[in-house]
């Protein structure tokens, strides 16, 4: 069974500042990694889909990377904001099954 | 606005006692899910379903059941909820293959007493 984990579980960070959460996961076969956002009691916001075949996908200040051969993906935030503070969840979607496979996310917090 | 619905948002319920979380989607998709949050357990599924009556068990499917009668909807049933269906439910939906982007509800916070 797909195996995904993030670190750092938590991260805080002054505002301004660059930074790369990372997920690692265990089956590199796998059709796509997703990454979300997840605000305190709320649901979750696609941020970025990264097909199998690709390397990376941008969105503003967020860019995600993704090496299957490793078993790892990154998201870098540029200019890190308050407004970034959120949890941030990764997910795979293998080859073997037919959902997402979750990390337990990375809890940032952006200090002014 | 393309989005996946949930009914209710919040649910206080007993032990026993039957009950029904709607999810509905507008955006003609495929393939929906549902999904149950815990702390430390993180995201795990419970039932997907890859069309209209095609459905089948995820993760966690025991103390749950689902149907598909209508391609916008996707219900999860609890027969007989105990306390340890407490948790943060969620559906998703996307188009196509089930590995297409997936679009979350807002969850429904379920505790049951």
């Known amino acids: 069974k797909q195996e995904v984990t993030q670190i750092p579980a938590a991260l805080s960070v002054p505002e301004g500042e660059n930074l790369v959460l990372n997920c690692s996961f265990t089956?590199?076969?796998?059709?796509?990694l997703q990454w979300f956002r997840q605000d305190p009691g709320k649901g979750l916001t696609s941020l970025l889909l990264?097909?199998?075949?690709?390397r990376e996908q941008t969105s503003g200040r967020l860019n995600a990377s993704l090496d299957k051969s490793s078993g790892r993906s990154t998201l870098y935030i540029a200019a890190s904001q308050p407004g970034d503070s959120a949890t941030y969840l990764c997910?795979?979607?293998?080859?073997?099954?037919?959902?997402?496979?979750f990390g337990k996310g990375t809890s940032l917090l952006v200090t002014p | 606005e393309a989005q996946v619905t949930q009914n209710p948002r919040y649910l206080i319920t007993v032990t026993g006692k039957k009950l029904t979380v709607t999810c509905s989607q507008n955006?003609?998709?495929?393939?929906m899910s549902w999904y149950r949050q815990d702390p430390g357990l993180g995201l795990r599924q419970i039932y997907y379903?890859?069309?209209?009556?095609?459905?089948d068990k995820g993760d966690v499917p025991e103390g749950y059941k689902v149907s598909r009668k209508e391609k916008r909807n996707f219900p999860l049933i609890l027969e007989s909820p105990s306390p340890n269906q407490t948790s943060l439910y969620f559906c998703?939906?996307?188009?196509?293959?089930?590995?297409?982007?997936?679009?979350f509800g807002p969850g429904t916070r379920l505790t049951v007493l």
């Open positions: 998703a939906s996307s188009s196509g293959a089930s590995y297409n982007e997936q679009f």
């Open positions: 089956d590199s076969a796998i059709y796509n």
């Open positions: 990264i097909q199998s075949s690709q």
């Open positions: 997910a795979a979607f293998s080859n073997s099954g037919y959902a997402l496979n």
């Open positions: 955006m003609n998709h495929e393939y």
């Open positions: 379903s890859m069309n209209v009556e095609v459905t």
